[in-house]
Nanobody, 123 residues
Framework: EVQLVESGGGLVQAGGSLRLSCAASGLTFDDYAIGWFRQAPGKEREAVSCSLSSDLGTRYADSVKGRFTISRNNAKNMVYLQMNNLKPEDTAVYYC????????????????WGQGTQVTVSS
């Protein structure tokens, strides 16, 4: 059974930082793309950043480029999202998800999802 468990959310003031973690189990971790997605109240879920498999690299939404950094530790089955210079518009539930082909950052292609962690940025 594939499980993804997020942690690290919380309340932070604008300009602050948070580091989200995603612990994965039950999958051949190296083969999967792991993505961070978010959903704000009343809005659709959107991609934030993805770490693709092998040497396919990383992807970022334009809204977070230069502020967020995704990284993964394949030995520990962990993915991290370092979020700096947070803005109130970053407030959302952040989800970790896994995509079996390891190639895409498209939300619809993701097969497994965590339960989410709340990030709230106050102004």
């Amino acid at each position: 059974e594939v499980q993804l468990v997020e942690s690290g959310g919380g309340l932070v003031q604008a300009g602050g930082s948070l580091r989200l973690s995603c612990a994965a189990s039950g999958l051949t971790f190296d083969d999967y793309a792991i993505g961070w997605f978010r959903q704000a109240p009343g809005k659709e879920r959107e991609a934030v950043s993805c770490s693709l498999s092998s040497d396919l690299g990383t992807r970022y939404a334009d809204s977070v480029k230069g502020r967020f950094t995704i990284s993964r530790n394949n030995a520990k089955n962990m993915v991290y999202l370092q979020m700096n210079n947070l803005k109130p518009e970053d407030t959302a539930v952040y989800y970790c998800a896994a995509e079996v082909l390891g190639r895409t950052c498209q939300l619809a292609d993701y097969d497994y999802w965590g339960q989410g962690t709340q990030v709230t940025v106050s102004s």
